[in-house]
């Protein structure tokens, strides 16, 4: 079996690990990632790693260096899924690395490498993201482990739940010297496709604003209501997402979305009070951003008003756009480059634990090819002939760094 097909079945076979039958759906510590853990500890044990689950849930695999106080490179993506997800985002990223562990054939370099399987990227549980990375880089803080979601349940009890205590996060912090970190994820857009190449080298990912918008009105009778006395917050809300996509599509490069939706009461004969959605809005510079997201607040007030509404929000996250290491950058690029690939450099519109991991340690990521620019969708697909691209371009970048670090 080649490389690039043993990759994309172990990413497959994970994918049968869901919360729901028939689907791919994994939350930040449900129970299909006990077996997700599992699965991926042998194949991490059988390329010579030791593994260890930390504190937030992160599975773990260390590749020991030659020597015992070597610094380390962590190679690291997640493990969790947005609902109805395909079987490669965040989870083929992890899979390589442990490929890429098993290449080496148990030689040792001048430096550690970790394999992270983070806990929680996608932000779907609890309303923000990168649950696991933060653990990592030691900034999940009481606030966020207090968060809790839509059945009460909190960040901490969901851990604790899982067999871990919260009380020991700081002991997820990662220690000693890196020189860095790599993460492989397919590109979840058109761009590689379009341009018939295999590998993108990404520079920088664009930052984001996640926000919950509500609109309250009056809860009353369908049938015996006015169209002209109600205060319907449906219909309030309806006209304010149209204005986010309108605003949107007069800014260059600029990216909104509404994605959820929440009526109470929720009843097809009753006028809903109440609407809670979300926002989502993303930029390469934070100045565009924050401008796209008062404009659009500014909007829901004039509407509500206009309609005999209230309209609030809550910031759920603020995410500066991040640029990549400028040094990995072109190790990454000069490692494509050896192995044959034309290089293309790119940013990324979707966010990943890189953005995190970037705020203390040297972080670099590069996309593969999304056949058809599918993500987060049960179609998302990759090739093995990319697969195997990929891991060649990883071990030339361990190349690079033994050079410099051996």
Known sequence: MGIGQEVVERCRRLATHSEEPGVITRTFLSEPMHCVHADMRAWMEQAGMSVQVDPAGNLRGYYDGARPDAPKLIVGSHLDTVPHAGAFDGILGVVLGVALVKALGGRRLGFGIEIVGFSEEEGVRFGFPFIGSHALMGSLDDVMLARRDVHGVSVADAIRAFGLDPAAIGDARACGATLGYLEFHIEQGPVLESLNIPLGV??????????????????????TTPMNLRRDALAGAAEWIGAVERVAATVPSLVATVGKIETQPGAGNVIAGSVRMSLDVRHTKDDVRAGAV??????AQEIAARRALTASSELRLDQ?????????????????????????????????????????????????????GLSHHPDEAVLESDVAAALATGLNFIEQLERVNG
């Open 202 to 223: 990404v520079t920088s990912i664009a930052g984001q604003s996640r926000l919950e918008v509500r609109f309250d009105g009056k809860a009353n009778h369908a049938g």
């Open 294 to 299: 008062k404009h659009l607040l500014d909007s």
């Open 320 to 372: 500066a756009a991040v640029a990549m290491d400028a040094r990995l950058i072109e190790m990454l690029g000069c490692a494509v480059r050896d192995g044959g690939y034309p290089e293309h450099r790119m940013h990324s519109g979707a966010g990943h634990d890189a953005m995190v991991m970037a705020e203390r340690v040297p972080a670099v990521m590069l996309f593969l090819r999304s056949p058809g």
